[in-house]
């Protein structure tokens, strides 16, 4: 049986994969000539945030007391380091990056949707 936190995370990444398929759909009809480097920016960029949700989530949830800061911070650190490869990446191989900075943003949205969606059943 899922408990809060998995409901919300499934609820999110859920939402967070119809805003962004929606989107790369939507890119590939606009920009037919060029699918890969739009259509496919949306998806990475969506990808690279629902990774770096689930790095926070399991470093949130492996923080002892006793070293919680220095844990924070590398989890912190690690998680903007693969942020970077993954853009480095993506632009060295001709992604558009305003595309991928649109993906990325899918995920953020979903979160702001739940969290207005949540709100209003909670009043």
Do not use: P
């Not at 409901?7 to 890969?36: C, N, P, Q, V, Y």
């Not at 629902?50 to 989530?57: A, K, R, V």
């Amino acid at each position: 049986r899922m408990n809060e936190l998995q409901k919300m995370t499934r609820k999110i990444r859920l939402l967070s994969l119809f805003i962004g398929g929606t989107l790369s759909i939507l890119a590939a009809i606009i920009w037919h000539d060029k699918i890969a480097e739009v259509a496919g920016g949306v998806v990475i960029g969506l990808m690279c945030a629902l990774i770096g949700f689930q790095m926070i989530q399991s470093m949130s949830l492996g923080i002892e007391e006793s070293n919680a800061k220095s844990k924070a911070y590398v989890g912190y650190l690690l998680r903007f380091i693969f942020y970077a490869c993954v853009f480095t990446l993506s632009m060295y191989s001709g992604i558009n990056v305003f595309a991928l900075l649109v993906g990325f943003m899918c995920h953020k949205a979903a979160i702001i949707v739940y969290s207005v969606r949540y709100r209003e059943e909670m009043d």
